[in-house]
């Protein structure tokens, strides 16, 4: 969600800039006024602005590909967050997921963590404040992200190929 409103931020701005006047004066001096000859022209035409928007497009192709967004507010959650990042490497081949650990307000001293993957809910769990738990359970998150991402990976090989996508149970 939030990439598509950085994306049409960015096209919003390109388009203003492509859409402005269609030719400009350049002068070689500063401060005074240069007689006719010494004015140079240049027009750009439709190609000339056709060839930025080209290249922003191919641009867009590259997105950050395992972005891992922390949105915890307290020491349990940091913690959680803080394991989760250094234990996380990312399957290859995978690209264009965002990883969103999130925490949610609970009652007691712990804290209830959502971990996401491209706004699908992959992880959830009360975590207790205990540095050994919050570890255990980090560690344990790491890999069903990292399953979730390689099991993404070939459903989307086999929906490319044309067969249908595996069933998990």
Not at 96 to 111: D, H, M, V
Request: aromatic share 12%.
């Amino acid at each position: 969600m939030y990439l598509k409103t950085a994306f049409c931020i960015v096209l919003l701005l390109l388009f203003t800039a492509l859409a402005g006047n269609s030719t400009f004066a350049q002068t070689k001096q500063k401060g005074t006024q240069p007689p006719k000859e010494q004015t140079t022209q240049d027009t750009i035409s439709y190609e000339d602005k056709k060839q930025p928007l080209e290249r922003f497009v191919r641009s867009s192709e590259l997105e950050v590909d395992g972005l891992i967004v922390d949105e915890t507010t307290t020491k349990v959650g940091r913690d959680f967050y803080d394991i989760f990042h250094r234990q996380w490497e990312a399957p290859a081949g995978a690209h264009n997921f965002t990883i969103l650990i999130e925490e949610k307000p609970t009652r007691s001293n712990g804290a209830y963590v959502v971990v996401s993957v491209n706004d699908e809910p992959v992880f959830e769990y009360n975590l207790q404040p205990r540095y050994d738990v919050i570890e255990e359970m980090a560690n344990y998150t790491v890999a069903m992200v990292y399953e979730y991402l390689v099991n993404d990976q070939l459903n989307k090989q086999l929906e490319a190929e044309g067969r249908k996508a595996r069933e998990v149970f």
